[in-house]
């Protein structure tokens, strides 16, 4: 969707990853074997991008890292492009528009950590109609083209799952207004 707009596939490659979820760094070389190509198409690409100022790097030890810049003027516009290529703009609206009692949605798996594998893995917190989860699930990948993998839990499973370390990365999709588990 994007290549139209942006010609360079590693461009796109490396706002998905930095711009999906905000926390996330990463340095060349592991961008570079990630995306499967060559580290001087990466550091083309890092280099105009943090020359523009939409990523920030920062050097740790015989890396510099780069993430995704907070305080750039279009960062709300891009991260709300990268989430809307990705589908996950959609996903989150249709689950929590029709669903039961949620108090959150969070974003785990390959996606959290900025990784677009087609597989979009989701968490529920809540008590959740099932049957509709399952509706709007079948509806959701068809119109994103990826497959979409949930998982419902009450706060306290989640909580322990969450801190046992089950869950590489979690991304916050949606917290209710009373919700107060992170």
Do not use: C
């Amino acid at each position: 969707m994007l290549s139209g707009v942006i010609t360079s596939k590693t461009k796109i490659n490396i706002l998905v990853k930095l711009f999906l979820n905000p926390a996330m760094r990463a340095y060349l070389r592991e961008l570079a074997s990630e995306f499967k190509v060559s580290t001087n198409s990466v550091r083309t690409e890092l280099n105009n991008l943090t020359k523009n100022g939409v990523l920030v790097s920062e050097r740790e030890g015989r890396n510099v890292y780069y993430r995704a810049n907070t305080e750039h003027p279009l960062f709300p516009e891009l991260s709300s492009m990268v989430r809307k290529i990705t589908g996950i703009d959609k996903l989150a609206h249709s689950v929590i528009e029709r669903l039961g009692n949620l108090e959150a949605v969070y974003l785990v798996g390959d996606y959290a950590e900025g990784k677009d594998s087609g597989i979009i893995d989701i968490v529920l917190i809540g008590d959740v109609d099932k049957a509709q989860l399952e509706d709007i699930t079948g509806k959701t990948e068809k119109y994103i083209k990826r497959r979409v993998r949930s998982l419902v839990l009450s706060p306290t499973e989640f909580k322990n799952l969450s801190t046992d370390g089950t869950f590489r990365k979690i991304l916050p999709i949606w917290q209710g207004t009373d919700s107060n588990e992170t």
